[in-house]
C-alpha cells in the first residue's frame, strides 16, 4: 500500500483560516507573515491541512520509494506561537539564527512566540535562503 501523508494540501480559504484566529495580534502577525511569504515565495497561499498556510510544492521521492508532495514552504500560526517550515533545516543559517533573535528550532521548523521578539530583516534572509535552496533541489518545471 502507498504511503500517503496526513497533511494534504487542500482547497479551504486562507483568509478564512486567519479571521477564525482569536487573538487579534496573532491574526495581525499571521497576515504580515501571509505578505512576507508571498513576496519573497511568489507562491500563492494554500492550506495544508487544517491549520498550515503553504507556498508552492514539490514532489519528493525517497530511497524507500516513499513520494508525496509537500510545500515548499509555510507557516502556521499555533496558540501561543507561530511554526515556520524552512525545508531546506538550519545547519547551514548559523550565522542568521544567531543575529534573528528569540527563536528555537527542530528538524524544519521555526518556532517563535511572537514576532517582536526577532529581527524580521533576519527571518526574511532565512525565508529567502530555504527558498532559494528549494528551488536548487527540486527545480520547478
Known sequence: MAYQAKTQRTNASVRDFIEAIENQKQKEEAYLLLELYQDISNYSAEMWGSSI????????????GQEGDWMRGGFSPRKGKHSLYLMDGFEQH???LKQLGKCKTGKSCLYINKLEDINLDTLKELIQASFDHM???YPED
Open 53 to 64: 498556510i503553504g507556498f508552492g510544492s514539490y514532489h519528493y521521492r525517497y530511497a524507500s
Open 135 to 137: 528551488r536548487k533541489l
Open 94 to 96: 548559523g550565522d542568521l
